[in-house]
């Protein structure tokens, strides 16, 4: 498997994560992104966040953009700037391109859903040329997430398999404290730096986080599905409750940081 996402609607994946996934994508570009003229390849692509920050970022790009998720593709191909960008589908640890044939490689909060996450970063390597870049920004997980962590201990508490849940979501690959700029160095990449990037997530009221995750999008969205609707409904009000924290339902700003990497090909 190379992923371990679960996509199901390109449109409630926009509404849980694509939104503040293109804010992210800005700083992430600012860290990492092209100089005029290369040649770049967005590493799971997914729905286009960072694809279309890439163009706008630098110019004469040649920016190519691969995921796994046929839906999620199908609407970047539908974005007005996708003319410029050739989509493919594939998996990150098998990437079907020649070495050494970009000049920078990049992947935007995906790695983390990657079981082979090290091999995908060896690939990312493989494609770029010598004195090219690899870079990518992965959730921090356990610390920085505060939407996730709203669900995770929420479920923890209610449902029998919560805890399990939260202990595969707050331990996915590379989420970590200095765990991807390691992975980097394993990977042989070299003058490396390393930071953290922050935005704020912010809800109209708890139906705005709640809606594409009670449709079964993502990792969340996929155990939810899986509860009983006894459990579901117990889930939903807990989550809830953490939402509110003690006040009416309503707008809510949360923190989301994620790691960022970056190294050169050597």
């Known amino acids: 498997m190379s992923s371990t996402f679960t996509a199901i609607d390109a449109g409630q994946y926009e509404q849980m994560m694509g939104r503040w996934s293109r804010i992210l994508a800005r700083q992430f570009t600012a860290f990492a992104g092209p100089s005029a003229g290369e040649v770049v390849i967005d590493v799971g692509c997914g729905t286009g966040s960072l694809t279309f920050e890439l163009l706008a970022a630098a110019k004469n790009l040649a920016v190519t953009g691969i995921d796994y998720s046929p839906v999620y593709l199908a609407a970047a191909r539908a974005h007005p700037a996708a003319k410029s960008v050739k989509f493919l589908e594939g998996d990150a640890t098998a990437l079907p391109m020649a070495d050494a ?15 082979e996450a090290a091999r995908a970063i060896g690939e990312m390597r493989r494609i770029v040329r010598p004195g090219g870049m690899v870079a990518a920004a992965v959730w921090d997980m356990r610390g920085g997430f505060l939407m996730q962590r709203l669900f995770w201990d929420a479920m923890a508490c209610v449902a029998p398999s919560g ?11 590379l989420t970590g404290k200095g765990e991807l700029v390691a992975a980097f160095h394993a990977a042989g990449l070299v003058d490396t730096a390393d930071t953290s990037l922050t935005i704020r997530m912010e809800y109209s009221c708890f139906d705005d986080l709640w809606r594409p995750i009670a449709g079964g999008e993502g990792p969340m969205g996929a155990y939810l599905s899986q509860l009983s609707p006894s459990e579901r409904a117990t889930g939903t009000a807990a989550v809830k409750r953490a939402y509110e924290g003690g006040a009416p339902d309503g707008p809510r700003s949360f923190v989301a940081s994620a790691w960022a990497c970056r190294g050169r090909v050597p």
């Open 101 to 115: 044939s970009f000049d920078r490689a990049l992947s935007l909060l995906v790695l983390q859903f990657v079981p």
């Open 163 to 173: 805890e399990a849940g939260r202990a595969r979501a707050y331990s996915r690959p």
